[in-house]
C-alpha cells in the first residue's frame, strides 16, 4: 500500500486532523512532564508562598538519606517479581485452560474476574486474608494441625514478594488470555508435524510451540513491567509502604510527600521514575514498534 | 498411557485451581459483606450466622455516597473515552495515511506515553494555573493526556491494513476529508476501537492514583470513595462495610462483563495479538 504523495495528502488527509490529539498530549502530558523537570529544581511547598530555585538540593537530600536509592531498589525489583509471576501464572492458566471444554470456559471467566475489580479493592481483600489470624493461616493451620499466624504482609523482606503475587494474582487473567491467543495462532498442522518426527508432547510444546509464542511474551513482559513500574493501589491498599518502607515503590513515596505538602520532593521523585522509566523504556518501545512494523 | 491419565486429571486439578486462587478470596468477600460487624471483627471464611447482606450494601451506599460517586465516575468515565477515541483516531489516521518524516516524529512522541508516566505532581501545579484544578474538565483532560498513546499506537496500526481504495472511492463521489473519516474510516475502526474502548473503561473506571492528585476531595468517583471508606473502615474494623462497598462498586463491570463477555475477550485479545 502506498502511501499518497505529499500534495495529495494535504487536501485528502489535512494535518488539522492532528490538532485536538496534540493540543491535549501538549497540556496535559508533555507540558506537566517538561514542569518536571524544572520544579525538582525548586523548594516548591505548600508551606511557602514563592517557589525558589535550589539547584540539586533536593537530590543530594534524597540521595544522602539513602530514600532514592532504596525506593528504585524497590521499584525495581517488585516489577521485575511482577513481571515474572504474572507470565508464570498467565502461561500456566493458558496451557492448563487451552482446550475449548465449557469447565475451561468457565474457569477462565472466573480468572477474569480479578481484571475487572479495582485494584485497591484486591488489595484490600488480601490485606483481610493475610492478617496474621487471616483466613489463608487459618487454611494453612487447617491442614498442618497447628495454629499459624505468619505475617504475611508485616516482613520487611518478604512482604514486598507478597505483594507482587498479590499483583500478579490481579492481571494475571489478562495474560492469559492473551497466552490463549497466541497459542490459537499456532496452526495445529506444525504441532502434528513434530510428532510425526518422533517428538514427544513435552519436546513438541517447549521447541516448536513456545518460540511461536514470542510476540506473546513481548506484549505481555512489556506490559506488566510498565504497569508495576507505574503501580500504587495493590501496594497502598496492603501494605501502604510498609513494614518500614519495605514495599515503598516510587508512586507510593510520590504519594506520601505529596500529601504532606512537600511537592518539591515529590516532584524530584516523579522525575526520577520518568527517568528510570525511559531509560528501561527505549529497548521496549523498538520491541513494539518493530512488531507493528511486521503487522 | 501417561497422557490418557494427565487428561482425566485435568477437570479435577482445574476445578481444585478455581477453588483455591479465585474461590477463597472472592468467597471472603461475599460471606464478609453479609456479616455483622461483631463478626467481621476478623474477616474469616465462616458462615454469617444471619445474613445482612442488604443491610450492609444499604448502609454503604449512604455512608460512602455511591449514588453521587457512580455519578462522579460516569461522568469522567463517559467524555474521556469518547474524546480519547475521537481524536485519537482523527490523529491516527492522518498519521497512518501521510507516511512523511515529520509525521514519524510526531508519531513517536504521541505513542511515547505508552511507556513513559505522567507527571502526576506538576499536572496538578499546571491545572491550578489553568483553573481546572479539582474539576471534572481537568480530570478528563489528565485522561484523555494519559490515554490517547495507547489509541494512537492501536489504531494506527490498523488504518494501515485498511485499503486505500475505500477511501478513494469514497472520495471520487466528492466527499471531502471530514467526511471520508467519519462515514468511511471510523466505521471500518470499529474492531480495534472496541479493545481500546474495554481497555480503557478499565483503567479509568478503576483509578485511583490520578485521581488522588487532580480531583482528591472536590469530586466522589467510586475507587476514591472506597478509599474513604476503607480508610475509616479499616480504623473501626469495619470490614463487613468495605466489602459491602467493593461489591457495589465491582457490580457495574461484572454486569458489563457478564453480558458481553464474549465480544469483550475477542475485543481484547484480537487488539494485542495479531
Known amino acids: ?295 | 498411557m501417561t497422557r490418557g491419565i494427565a487428561a482425566r486429571l485435568r477437570p479435577p486439578a482445574v476445578v481444585a485451581l478455581v477453588v483455591l486462587v479465585m474461590g477463597v478470596p472472592l468467597w471472603l468477600v461475599v460471606v464478609t459483606a453479609a456479616k455483622s460487624q461483631g463478626e467481621a471483627l476478623s474477616p474469616d471464611l465462616s458462615l454469617p450466622s444471619r445474613w445482612l447482606l442488604w443491610e450492609n450494601l444499604a448502609r454503604v451506599w449512604e455512608q460512602g455516597d455511591v449514588p453521587r460517586a457512580f455519578l462522579g465516575s460516569v461522568l469522567v468515565v463517559a467524555p474521556s473515552v469518547l474524546l480519547v477515541l475521537t481524536f485519537g483516531s482523527m490523529a491516527s489516521w492522518v498519521l497512518a495515511r501521510r507516511a512523511t518524516r515529520l509525521n514519524a516524529v510526531l508519531y513517536a512522541c504521541a505513542i511515547s506515553g505508552i511507556v513513559l508516566p505522567p507527571a502526576v505532581v506538576t499536572i496538578v501545579l499546571l491545572l491550578r494555573q489553568l483553573g481546572l484544578a479539582g474539576s471534572a474538565v481537568g480530570m478528563i483532560g489528565v485522561y484523555v493526556g494519559i490515554y490517547l498513546s495507547t489509541v494512537v499506537f492501536f489504531v494506527t496500526g490498523f488504518v494501515r491494513t485498511v485499503p486505500l481504495s475505500i477511501e478513494e472511492a469514497a472520495r471520487m463521489d466528492g466527499a471531502g476529508p471530514v467526511r471520508v473519516f467519519f462515514s468511511v474510516i471510523l466505521p471500518m475502526l470499529r474492531p480495534v476501537l472496541a479493545t481500546a474502548t474495554i481497555l480503557i473503561c478499565l483503567y479509568v473506571w478503576n483509578d485511583v492514583f490520578y485521581a488522588f492528585f487532580v480531583v482528591g476531595g472536590r469530586l466522589d468517583t467510586l475507587p476514591l470513595n472506597l478509599f474513604q471508606v476503607a480508610n475509616a473502615g479499616l480504623y473501626l474494623n469495619n470490614w463487613h462495610l468495605i466489602f459491602a462497598y467493593i461489591i457495589l462498586m465491582s457490580l457495574p463491570l461484572l454486569v458489563v462483563f457478564a453480558v458481553a463477555q464474549r465480544r469483550i475477550i475477542s475485543g481484547i485479545t484480537g487488539g494485542a495479538v495479531k
Request: glycine share 8%; aromatic share 14%.
Open chain 1, 1 to 295: 500500500m502506498r502511501p499518497a504523495p505529499a500534495g495529495a495528502g494535504r487536501r485528502t488527509h489535512p494535518m488539522w486532523f492532528l490538532a485536538p490529539a496534540f493540543a491535549i498530549l501538549f497540556v496535559f502530558f508533555f507540558l506537566p512532564t517538561l514542569f518536571n523537570f524544572v520544579y525538582a529544581f525548586t523548594d516548591w511547598s505548600s508551606f511557602k508562598s514563592e517557589i525558589r530555585p535550589v539547584g540539586w538540593d533536593n537530590f543530594a537530600d534524597l540521595l544522602s538519606d539513602g530514600t532514592l536509592y532504596g525506593a528504585l531498589r524497590v521499584t525495581l525489583v517488585y516489577a521485575v517479581l511482577v513481571a515474572l509471576f504474572q507470565n508464570l501464572f498467565g502461561f500456566g492458566l493458558a496451557v492448563l485452560l487451552e482446550r475449548d471444554t465449557w469447565l475451561n470456559r468457565a474457569a477462565r471467566l472466573v480468572f477474569l474476574v480479578p481484571v475487572l475489580m479495582s485494584a485497591l479493592a484486591v488489595g484490600y481483600v488480601f490485606q483481610a486474608l493475610l492478617k496474621p489470624d487471616g483466613s489463608l493461616n487459618d487454611l494453612l493451620g487447617g491442614v498442618l494441625g497447628t495454629s499459624v499466624t505468619i505475617p504475611w504482609l508485616g516482613d520487611t523482606t518478604w512482604t514486598l514478594v507478597v505483594v507482587a503475587l498479590i499483583h500478579a494474582w490481579k492481571w494475571m487473567g489478562l495474560s492469559m488470555l492473551i497466552y490463549l491467543a497466541g497459542l490459537k495462532t499456532i496452526p495445529e498442522d506444525v504441532t502434528e508435524a513434530a510428532r510425526i518426527d518422533g517428538a514427544t508432547g513435552w519436546q513438541a510444546f517447549w521447541s516448536i510451540r513456545f518460540p511461536l509464542l514470542a510476540p506473546a511474551v513481548t506484549f505481555n513482559v512489556a506490559t506488566a513491567l510498565l504497569g508495576s513500574m507505574n503501580g500504587f493501589d495493590i501496594v497502598q491498599a496492603t501494605t501502604g509502604g510498609g513494614p518500614a518502607r519495605s514495599t515503598e515503590i516510587l508512586n507510593i513515596f510520590i504519594y506520601r510527600t505529596f500529601g504532606q505538602g512537600l511537592f518539591a520532593q515529590a516532584t524530584t521523585m516523579s522525575l526520577v521514575l520518568f527517568l528510570m522509566v525511559a531509560l528501561l523504556a527505549f529497548p521496549v518501545i523498538r520491541v513494539l514498534r518493530k512488531r507493528e512494523e511486521v503487522v
